[in-house]
């Protein structure tokens, strides 16, 4: 981390990574510094989308000039890293120290060291360029967040579909109950021809149609970022090449013409959340599915969700200078590399477990999920340590989410796996933040809810007309 930034040991250490230092204890650590210091200033970052929205995250920093200064860097361009991510914008506003703005406009200049960020927000999401703003504090303009309806339609015949990186679920839905659902292994990141995913999720679709007397919707959940139905960037498709993929922007409007139904597709984030607060009857829901990577989603205290992108898979966990690096943005500490099957592959060397090559990575983790349900001390370990990882994860989640429940689910959740990791995540929450434990759940499907809910809810998307 460097520049006097200071990294806190947590109570808990994960048992194959001492290394970890959590966000949440570092970030709250230097504001309790700045809060006994006495001289602490504002500091009000503030992020703008294209539909005009505006986020905004109040803190306070020491003031220019004070000997501990330089630390504001590392804590301010580590909260805009996270808010980034969770709400998304192509304008940032930093209102607040001139110091603090130059060094975020450094990292996420072009060619800066955020430049992935800076090109995926500008070129990619927001097709606007990337700005940083310095201004005084009362100058970030206000915050305007917009919040619509999602879901929860369960009249007629519907099918639900969920792309994951390694399967793709699929569901026939009678007002609101499965009587048909499958899993089919593919391997989409891979794939340069558009044309692969399209046969796959029509003949997909086709199958469960075939199961019903007839087809009033189809909505379906992807990891990525959508709008209006199209894919502006997805991991599914990382091997579509840049000039070809307006094949993919379409795809599913293409698929609705096909198929003559109204057709629904959004962020499978947005869609866990909606399955949890679908089971559970309440709001305040924050979903996170440990599959392939780690998708999150939100649904308000109000039962709405945001048009944020809530894409905690770069959002930073770990600010230990030796943390894992994310393959895709190359930074360090990013939720994906702690919260999905990465960590598994991550860890297996530490615990002992050598995981066969050439075999799709669905198949890797079910290698190591046998040795977990047969008692292996390292697979053990790896999910305990995934446990860890989660209570700081969701400690720090907290700092910026309204929370009553945080539902986790996904594949690296199933057999013996999501119970250890909920019960190491209860424990920190307990010891380390018991204000949060009382007043959040953390929840954990059942195994059937767990593995087709998400293709019931992703059916509730559209509106029957």
Same mark, same amino acid.
């Given at each position: 981390?460097?520049?006097?930034?200071?990294?806190?040991?947590?109570?808990?250490l994960?048992p194959l990574?001492?290394?970890?230092?959590?966000?949440?204890?570092?970030?709250?650590?230097?504001r309790?510094?700045v809060?006994?210091?006495?001289?602490?200033?504002?500091?009000v970052?503030?992020?703008?989308r294209s539909d005009?929205?505006v986020?905004?995250?109040e803190?306070?920093v020491?003031?220019?000039?004070h000997p501990?200064?330089e630390?504001?860097?590392?804590?301010?361009?580590?909260l805009l890293k996270f808010?980034l991510w969770?709400?998304?914008g192509w304008?940032?506003y930093?209102?607040?120290p001139?110091?603090?703005?130059a060094?975020?406009r450094?990292c996420y200049?072009?060619?800066?060291v955020r430049?992935?960020?800076?090109?995926?927000?500008?070129?990619k999401?927001?097709q606007?360029?990337?700005?940083?703003?310095?201004?005084?504090p009362?100058e970030?303009?206000?915050?305007q967040?917009?919040e619509r309806a999602?879901?929860?339609?369960l009249d007629?015949?519907r099918?639900g579909?969920? =792309?994951?990186? @390694?399967d793709?679920?699929?569901?026939?839905v *009678?007002?609101?109950? &499965?009587?048909? $659902?499958? +899993?089919?292994v593919w391997?989409p990141s891979?794939?340069s021809d558009s044309?692969?995913?399209y046969?796959i999720?029509?003949?997909?679709?086709r199958?469960?149609?075939a199961?019903?007397?007839?087809?009033d919707?189809?909505?379906?959940?992807s990891?990525?970022?959508y709008?209006?139905?199209?894919p502006?960037?997805?991991?599914l498709f990382?091997?579509?090449?840049?000039?070809?993929?307006?094949?993919?922007?379409?795809?599913?409007l293409r698929?609705?013409?096909?198929?003559g139904?109204?057709l629904?597709?959004?962020?499978?984030g947005?869609?866990?959340? =909606?399955a949890g @607060?679908m089971?559970?009857g309440?709001?305040g *829901?924050l979903g996170i &599915?440990l599959? $392939?990577? +780690?998708?999150?989603?939100?649904?308000?205290?109000?039962g709405?969700?945001?048009?944020w992108l809530?894409?905690?898979?770069?959002?930073p966990v770990?600010y230990?200078?030796?943390?894992?690096?994310?393959e895709?943005?190359?930074?360090?500490?990013c939720?994906a590399?702690?919260?999905s099957?990465?960590?598994?592959?991550?860890?297996?060397?530490?615990?002992?477990?050598s995981?066969?090559?050439g075999v799709?990575?669905?198949?890797?983790?079910?290698?190591v999920?046998?040795k977990?349900e047969?008692g292996h001390?390292g697979?053990?370990k790896?999910w305990?340590s995934?446990?860890?990882?989660m209570g700081y994860?969701i400690a720090h989640?907290a700092?910026?989410?309204d929370?009553?429940?945080v539902l986790?689910l996904?594949?690296?959740?199933?057999?013996k796996?999501?119970?250890i990791?909920r019960e190491g995540?209860?424990?920190?929450l307990?010891?380390?933040?018991?204000a949060?434990?009382?007043?959040?759940n953390v929840?954990?499907?059942d195994e059937e809810s767990r593995?087709?809910?998400q293709?019931i809810?992703a059916a509730?998307?559209?509106?029957?007309r």
């Open positions: 981390m460097g520049m006097g930034f200071r990294l806190v040991e947590p109570r808990f994960p990574d001492g290394g970890f230092r959590p966000a949440v204890l570092s970030n709250h650590a230097f309790d510094e809060g006994v210091s006495g001289v602490g200033v504002p500091l970052l503030g992020l703008e005009g929205s986020s905004r995250f803190t306070q020491f003031a220019e000039g501990r200064a630390a504001n860097l590392v804590y301010a361009e580590r808010l969770q709400c998304g304008k940032v930093v209102g607040g001139r110091s603090i703005a060094y975020i450094r200049a072009p060619d800066g430049a992935f960020d800076h090109h995926f927000m500008a070129e999401v927001y606007k360029p990337f700005t940083v703003v310095h201004c005084a009362e970030v303009p206000p915050e967040e917009r999602l879901g929860r339609h007629g015949c099918i579909f969920d =792309l994951g990186a @390694s793709l679920k699929i569901s026939a *009678v007002d609101g109950e &499965a009587i048909y $659902s499958d +899993e089919i391997e891979g794939q044309q692969y995913h046969d999720i029509v003949a997909a679709i199958t469960a149609a199961k019903m007397a007839r087809v919707a189809i909505g379906g959940s990891a990525g970022v709008v209006d139905n199209r502006m960037v997805a991991s990382r091997g579509i090449p840049a000039e070809r993929f307006e094949q993919v922007r379409t795809m599913f698929m609705r013409d096909e198929m139904v109204p629904e597709v959004v962020n499978d947005e869609v866990t959340a =909606l @607060s089971s559970l309440d709001n *829901v &599915a599959g $392939s990577s +780690e998708a999150g989603g939100y649904v308000t205290m109000s709405s969700i945001t048009g809530n894409e905690l898979a770069f959002a770990d230990s200078p030796e943390a894992a690096v994310d895709w943005s190359g930074d360090r500490g939720g590399s702690y919260l099957q990465q960590c598994v592959f991550r860890l297996a060397p530490k615990a002992g477990i995981i066969p090559e799709p990575n669905a198949e890797k983790l079910k290698f999920q046998r977990l047969a001390e697979a053990i790896i305990q995934v446990g860890v990882y994860a989640y700092d910026f989410y929370l009553k429940h986790i996904g594949r690296c959740t199933s057999g796996g999501g119970s990791i995540a209860n424990v920190v307990r010891a380390e933040f018991p949060l434990a009382a007043r959040i929840q954990l499907p593995r087709v809910g293709s809810a509730s998307l559209p509106t029957i």
